[in-house]
Every structure is written in structure tokens, then in C-alpha cells.
């Protein structure tokens, strides 16, 4: 069955090292895959979208890569801020070029100061 | 640009009642909404997904009857719960879709914390 993975131990990083944060998947072949930032009891906020002819996507201090033959995706945080703690979802469209979205449980990070 | 809110953020009610959330896209018209459901440390689970002015697709082993969706306009979708129980406490996550800057993006609300007691 389809499944995204992502990792549910917290990590804990410290102020202005890089946060790398890892979603895999089994048995998709997405179109694209997401990261979305969510707060505590707040709704998912979208970060980045990459295709899956897109090995690499930057935004400011976000870069997303995407290996489709790994099945992987990772999500760099360089420079990390306090305010960069919060819980990461990876998300995939769950048909093929298709318009759902699934949403991995996400990882919660924590940046120290 | 590209907000969406929902209504409540959160309401508490006593079994067997009903409750309606409403989810609006205030400065686009969102052509699908999507409705989720996330469980305290978990994913957000897609409900159904609702066009304007057409029934809404359940994803398997969510009841059509007991969550209605109405999606009347292109800025408005509710979710109704009916008789609602303990068991139905969630948080529930509306999402709006709608062609923006060159591209189909998800947006979305805020959502709305129900329980049920």
C-alpha cells in the first residue's frame, strides 16, 4: 500500500546549524511532493513544491531535493532560527498527476538558542 | 493574497448534536476544497474532496452521511458533522484549490478544534 515516511522522533538542532529533515515513500510516483510548516494547532502553511524532474528547489534558507529513484526527499533548513520550530509535513498528490494531496505525520523541530 | 478561513476555530458541543464548519477563500475562487481530519501526533487525513456545485467524493471509510459537505459557491464550503460523538473530537483542516500565479495551489485555513462531549 501507498505510505510516506517521515521520521517521528523530534529533532533538536542548535541555532544556526542546518536542520535536514528526510520523507520517503513507497509504492507512488508522484507528480510533486510539498513540505508545508505547521504550528501548533494551527492549519499547514506550504513552503516549496518540487516536480519530480526537479532534483533540487531553493527558497531563501529552504532547499527541497527530490530523488525519484531513491523514492526520498529532503528538506535542508540552513542558518536555523528558533522561529524555524515547528512540525514539517511532507506531502505527495495521490494520483499521479492528480490533485490530492497525502500527507506524511510529519517531524517536529526544535531549534535551540 | 490566497486566504482562507474557517468558522468556528473551535466549538465544544454535547453527543448527539450537530455542528457546522464553514470554510471560505476570501480573495480567490477556489474551483475544489478538501476537508481533513488530524488526530493529536498525526497526519491530516483527507476527508473528501468537493467541487462547486457537485456532490463530494468520500475517500474510503469516511461516511458520507454523518460528515455532509456542501459546497455552494466558489468562496464557501461546510462540512456538517451530524450527531456528533466523543469519538468524532478532531481537528478539521479545510483546504482551498484554485489556479494562482501560474499554477494550482493548495491554500489552507486555519482549522477548526471540535469537541464532543
Known amino acids: 500500500s501507498q505510505k510516506i515516511e517521515q521520521n517521528s522522533e523530534a529533532l533538536n538542532i542548535q541555532e544556526g546549524k542546518t536542520a535536514t529533515l528526510t520523507c520517503n515513500y513507497t509504492?507512488?510516483?508522484?507528480?510533486?511532493l510539498q513540505w508545508y510548516r505547521q504550528d501548533p494547532g494551527r492549519g499547514p502553511v506550504f513552503l516549496l513544491l518540487?516536480?519530480?524532474?526537479?532534483k533540487e528547489k531553493r527558497k531563501e534558507r529552504l532547499k527541497v531535493t527530490f530523488d525519484t529513484t531513491l523514492k526520498q526527499s529532503l528538506f535542508h533548513i540552513t542558518a536555523s532560527q528558533p522561529a524555524d520550530s515547528a512540525t514539517y509535513l511532507c506531502?505527495?498528490?495521490?494520483?499521479?498527476?492528480?490533485?490530492?494531496?497525502?500527507f506524511g505525520a510529519g517531524t517536529r523541530l526544535f531549534v535551540k538558542a | 493574497g490566497a486566504v482562507v478561513s474557517q468558522h468556528p476555530s473551535w466549538v465544544i458541543c454535547k453527543s448527539g448534536t450537530s455542528v457546522k464548519i464553514e470554510c471560505r477563500s476570501l480573495d480567490f475562487q477556489a474551483t475544489t476544497m478538501f476537508w481533513y481530519r488530524q488526530f493529536p501526533k498525526q497526519s491530516l487525513m483527507l476527508m473528501a474532496t468537493?467541487?462547486?456545485?457537485?456532490?463530494?467524493?468520500?475517500e474510503q471509510g469516511v461516511e458520507k452521511d454523518k460528515f455532509l459537505i456542501n459546497h455552494a459557491s466558489l468562496t464557501l464550503s461546510t462540512l456538517t458533522v451530524t450527531s456528533a460523538h466523543p469519538e468524532d473530537s478532531s481537528f478539521y483542516i479545510c483546504?482551498?484549490?484554485?489556479?494562482?500565479?501560474?499554477?494550482?495551489?493548495?491554500?489552507f485555513g486555519p482549522g477548526t478544534r471540535l469537541t464532543v462531549l
Open positions: 468537493s467541487n462547486e456545485g457537485s456532490k463530494a467524493t468520500y
Open positions: 509504492n507512488y510516483s508522484p507528480a510533486y
Open positions: 483546504s482551498a484549490s484554485g489556479y494562482i500565479r501560474g499554477s494550482n495551489e493548495q491554500f
Open positions: 506531502a505527495l498528490d495521490k494520483d499521479t498527476g492528480g490533485f490530492k494531496t497525502i
Open positions: 518540487i516536480r519530480e524532474n526537479e
